[in-house]
């Protein structure tokens, strides 16, 4: 068992609109380039141009289709990486205190010398958002681009993770959650931010903005309510409907 710190200075996290994400997978791209030449490196790949190619990606983007009542069905675009959790089950279950969570800025990381590969993280993790390196035999996941927000070397508009420079929509958005006037939090404020399954009691620290209704039919806006109502206890609608297919994952 590792333990979280009681408290951390900052909440480093991303904010991803919904609304905005046309799915065009930029950001899965540049995180696994960034991440294979750097930090971390190499994000292996297996049979890569065969019949079953497989690999390891931090960063994935998933799509659903939303069928009202009436009308078309609307696609949404769901990226999903670590939300860098509060309460991160993640963490707790390491037995070798490879997983943590850092005090100063509260981002969650793997130190891969110290993993075993045993797996349980990824086990104890509710959003499937850790991948065991299969050439490596350790486990990998966002680090937020540690190596590049603290990194002088680089201009400083590329002092950001690699997704969040890379993304055309700027669907994604970085800073300190922690901070109720940072810009990241007034989006949240704003937009009507939510957590990703709360249910799980993780306390994730990376927000989702919802999609707005697209037009002003009834039915549209009906069938999007339940992620711009507040958070029940018991998911239902939409968001009950995208927590069953995200267990699936
Ligand atoms: S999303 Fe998963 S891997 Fe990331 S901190 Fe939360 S529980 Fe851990
Ligand atoms: S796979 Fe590595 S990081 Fe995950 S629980 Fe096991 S030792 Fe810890
Ligand atoms: S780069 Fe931006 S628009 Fe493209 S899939 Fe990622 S979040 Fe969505």
Redesign the pocket.
């Known amino acids: 068992m590792t333990q979280l710190p009681n408290s951390t200075e900052r909440k480093m996290g991303l904010v991803i609109d919904l609304d905005t994400c046309v799915g065009c997978h930029a950001c899965v791209i540049s995180c696994k380039g960034w991440n294979t030449e750097n930090y971390g490196a190499p994000l292996s790949d297996q049979d890569a141009y065969g019949a079953n190619p497989s690999g390891t990606f931090l960063n994935r983007v998933h799509a659903y289709e939303v069928q009202p009542p009436e009308g078309a069905a609307q696609l949404i675009h769901f990226p999903k ?5 509060e309460d ?4 707790t279950v390491c037995p070798t205190g490879a ?1 943590y ?1 850092r005090v100063e800025d509260g981002i ?1 990381l793997v130190n891969e010398s110290d993993c075993i590969g045993c797996g349980l ?2 086990w ?7 991948e065991l390196d299969a050439a490596a035999g350790v486990m990998k ?2 680090t937020q681009c540690v190596d590049r927000i603290y990194n002088d070397n680089l201009p400083e508009e590329d002092r950001v993770p690699a997704c969040v420079r890379t993304c055309p929509a700027g669907a994604r958005h970085f800073g300190d959650l922690g901070d109720p006037d940072s810009a990241v939090s007034q989006l949240v404020d704003e937009r009507g931010g939510m957590d990703l399954m709360p249910e799980m009691g ?1 306390k ?3 927000k989702y903005l919802p999609p707005r209704p697209k037009d002003t039919v009834e039915e549209q806006i009906d069938i999007l309510a339940p992620l711009l109502a507040p958070v029940a206890e018991e998911p239902k609608g939409f968001l009950g409907w995208l927590d069953k297919a995200l267990e699936k994952l």
Do not use: D, E, F
Not at 81 to 85: K, P, V
Not at 124 to 130: E, H, W
């Open positions: 990486s670590c939300l860098h959790c991160a089950p993640c963490v997983s969570k969650v993280c990824a104890a993790c509710p959003y499937g958002a850790r996941k966002c993780t994730p620290v990376n």
